[in-house]
């Protein structure tokens, strides 16, 4: 009972992980919310990065030495692309210059 508790406790912090941006992420962000990545694999996903440029698909991780298609597949859902991160948030609408009092 004990180890079904422990293996639902683990599965429920990927459950709740943020999507990142993989072209502007740190490795420690990538560490911390990339499931099957640690330090060392962050640290190749940015020097691939910073040797080859931004990555266009999620294919493209696969090309990181230590990285997988199935810890790509896995990561999937939380990883966005440069700009797709700005398409996904809404922009906030401008708020109108409220007029001058006059004195």
Known sequence: MKKLFTILMLCSFSVFAEPIDIN???AETIAKELTGIG????EAI???RK?????????DLENVPGIGAKTVQQNE???IF???AA???????EKPAE???AK
């Open 87 to 93: 398409a996904e948030k809404p922009a906030k609408p």
């Open 24 to 26: 502007r992420a740190d």
């Open 46 to 48: 940015l020097q691939y």
């Open 39 to 42: 330090p060392k694999k962050a």
């Open 82 to 84: 440069g700009d797709s």
């Open 51 to 59: 040797e080859h440029g931004d990555f266009k698909t999620p294919k």
């Open 77 to 79: 859902k939380n990883i």
């Open 99 to 101: 007029p001058k009092k």
